[in-house]
T-cell receptor, first 115, second 115 residues
Framework: AQSVSQHNHHVILSEAASLELGCNYS??????LFWYVQYPGQHLQLLLK??????LVKGIKGFEAEFIKSKFSFNLRKPSVQWSDTAEYFC?????????????FGQGTTLQVKP | GAVVSQHPSRVICKSGTSVKIECRSL??????MFWYRQFPKQSLMLMAT?????????EQGVEKDKFLINHASLTLSTLTVTSAHPEDSSFYIC???????????FGQGTRLTVV
């Protein structure tokens, strides 16, 4: 079955620490990958996406992610987190040869950044 | 980016009554919208795909007679929770895509509490 798995459920970091959140997706052929963020009380916002091309994707707010096909992974990274990065982070996949908009989400990771 | 709006943002209803949630694409037309459900501290689970002018496609395990979806226009999809029970209390989120080259945009969600 198509699925997305996030390894870290709750991460606590101090400001300026580096961040890496794991995301693995199950094999299912062509896949488009996304990272969304949900700040407290707000709706989901796109951080970055991978459709094809350069496997290292840069997104907003200094986030980046690397698509490693051999590992079925799409980990999210940020070199130096800020207090304002405190939020819920979701990895998601859209399986299929075209971007359908139908997403399968990982369990989510709660990131808490201490000032 | 494109804007997707949901209404209401919060609703409390009595057990046995029905509740309608609206999802609108404000500045674009969406032939397809998606409805998700998010339990506390959990991820988003796709409930159904809403298709303009035709029947919705429900995911396995989702009761189509309980969660009625109507997509009567290119900018509006509605989700009606019929004969609501406390276990239907959840956060319901809709999404829509501009086209196949863009990511999905999410509404702000609707918090449903059934008492």
């Amino acid at each position: 079955a198509q699925s997305v798995s996030q390894h870290n459920h709750h991460v606590i970091l101090s400001e300026a620490a580096s961040l890496e959140l794991g995301c693995n997706y199950s094999y299912g052929g062509t896949v488009n990958l996304f990272w969304y963020v949900q700040y407290p009380g707000q709706h989901l916002q796109l951080l970055l996406k991978y459709f094809s091309g350069d496997p290292l994707v840069k997104g907003i707010k200094g986030f980046e992610a690397e698509f490693i096909k051999s590992k079925f992974s799409f980990n999210l990274r940020k070199p130096s987190v800020q207090w304002s990065d405190t939020a819920e982070y979701f990895c998601a996949a859209d399986y299929g040869s075209s971007n359908t908009g139908k997403l399968i989400f990982g369990q989510g990771t709660t990131l808490q950044v201490k000032p | 980016g494109a804007v997707v709006s949901q209404h209401p943002s919060r609703v409390i209803c009595k057990s046995g009554t029905s509740v309608k949630i609206e999802c609108r694409s404000l500045d674009f037309q969406a032939t397809t919208m998606f409805w998700y459900r998010q339990f506390p501290k959990q991820s988003l689970m796709l409930m159904a795909t809403s298709n303009e002018g035709s029947k919705a496609t429900y995911e396995q395990g989702v009761e189509k007679d309980k969660f009625l979806i109507n997509h009567a226009s290119l900018t509006l999809s509605t989700l009606t929770v019929t004969s609501a029970h406390p276990e239907d209390s959840s956060f319901y989120i809709c999404s829509a895509s501009l086209n196949r080259d863009t990511e999905a945009f999410f509404g702000q969600g609707t918090r449903l509490t059934v008492v």
